[in-house]
């Protein structure tokens, strides 16, 4: 899958790839490591501790990161986005952070996070100008939170929400993974918390990705579906889409409630036309696609001495190999499931 074509990408103007779609977010995992142990996210030997780290070698360096981010911003990269792993786990994060958010021209830095340590961090991320953030939570009963993450953590989630609204982070983003008997009878409760608070509650399909792999075609749940079921609540108003959006659907249920809820189908109907997304793992892999395995390894540019002229020549080649788009749901036709590295390591 590699277009041998001149990139329509320049310095100045702003990176636009072969598909015309302008390039300007780019996804930072900053480790591989998780607080959590999701059961979508690592196989079961993982979730009973055998999970395989990155050693210190192979993890990019805050350093390393930050010069990924100066040359990335130079060229017209304007938005960054703080994952993993966990990215609040790693060591001296948040010195890291603040010298993220220092650098000139970056000024849309946000981070998702599972909230765990958001209680702990949240004021230090607002003053570092980290004020949106985006917080996975798949259910409002801790005994199902714990099964599911295998964490008994949804009070220290919930504080971290809390927290987040408290500090005026905007907006407050829930991240939900819809999954039939898993999490779907709580659909309409998700739903009916954006009448209440100021949140963005986030429907997201569940994607077969990750070595888990623990997808079936019956788990997954379409947002046709799962709009469906909402709308049985009241009216489903549309909003014209903010800055911050992204790839979601939005929609208000009823017109006087308090948030918002967004519909992201990365499987049912493909944003890809509208993607402008690049993804750095934390092992130093450039993707420009989620669920395409090309990557290029910028460990070697980062470490042999090269210049960042190098490291712009890399990122242009990324770009020139960002795909139209992924296939993903003619395969799972096909099928029945597919695997494209574990999501902690991507950066999800
Ligand atoms: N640890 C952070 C967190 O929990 O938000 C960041 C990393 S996590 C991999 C990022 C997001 O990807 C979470 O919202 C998670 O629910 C989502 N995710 C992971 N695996 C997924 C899958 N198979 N399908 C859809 N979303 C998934």
């Known amino acids: 899958m590699i277009h041998d074509k001149t990139p329509i990408a320049s310095a100045g103007t702003g990176l636009v790839d072969l598909f015309a779609r302008p390039i300007s977010y780019l996804r930072l995992s900053l480790t591989d490591r998780c607080n959590l142990r999701c059961r979508y996210c690592v196989t079961e030997e993982e979730s009973n501790g055998c999970l395989t780290k990155l050693t210190h070698d192979e993890l990019l360096s805050y350093e390393e990161l930050l010069r990924v981010v100066r040359v990335a911003v130079g060229m017209g990269i304007a938005k960054v986005r703080l ?22 021209g970056l000024d849309d830095v946000r981070i998702t996070t599972n909230g765990v340590l958001l209680e702990r961090y949240g004021r230090e991320l607002y003053e570092a100008g980290v004020t949106k953030v985006n917080i996975s939570l798949d259910s409002f009963k801790p005994e199902r939170v714990a099964a599911i993450t295998g964490v008994d953590c949804f009070g220290q989630v919930w504080r971290g929400v809390e927290t987040a609204l408290a500090l005026g982070f905007s907006p407050v983003k829930l991240n939900m993974v819809a999954m039939r008997h898993v999490n779907d009878d709580e659909l309409t409760d998700f739903a009916l918390l954006s009448r209440r608070l100021p949140v963005q509650v986030r429907f997201i399909e569940f994607m077969p990705i990750g070595e888990s792999s ?20 009241g009216e489903l108003i549309p909003m014209e889409k903010g800055r911050s959006d992204g790839p979601a659907k939005v929609y208000r249920l009823g017109a006087d409630a308090v948030g918002t809820l967004g519909f992201i189908s990365p499987i049912s109907h493909h944003f ?57 749901d003619e395969r799972l036709r096909r099928s029945g499931s597919d695997c494209h590295g574990r999501m902690s390591r991507i950066g999800g």
């Open 214 to 233: 623990r997808w079936n075609a019956d788990t997954y749940i379409g947002t046709d579906e799962i709009m469906a079921r909402i709308a049985a609540l």
């Open 272 to 328: 890809c036309s509208r993607c402008n997304r690049l993804r750095l793992t934390s092992s130093g892999g450039l993707r420009s696609c989620l669920l395409h395995d090309y990557e290029i390894d910028l460990r070697p540019v980062l470490r042999d001495g090269s210049d960042d002229e190098a490291l712009r020549q890399a990122l242009l080649a990324a770009i020139r190999n960002k795909p139209e788009g992924h296939h993903l």
């Open 83 to 104: 994952t993993g792993g966990e990215p609040l786990v790693r060591r001296n994060v948040m010195q890291f952070i603040r010298d993220l958010t220092r650098i000139k």
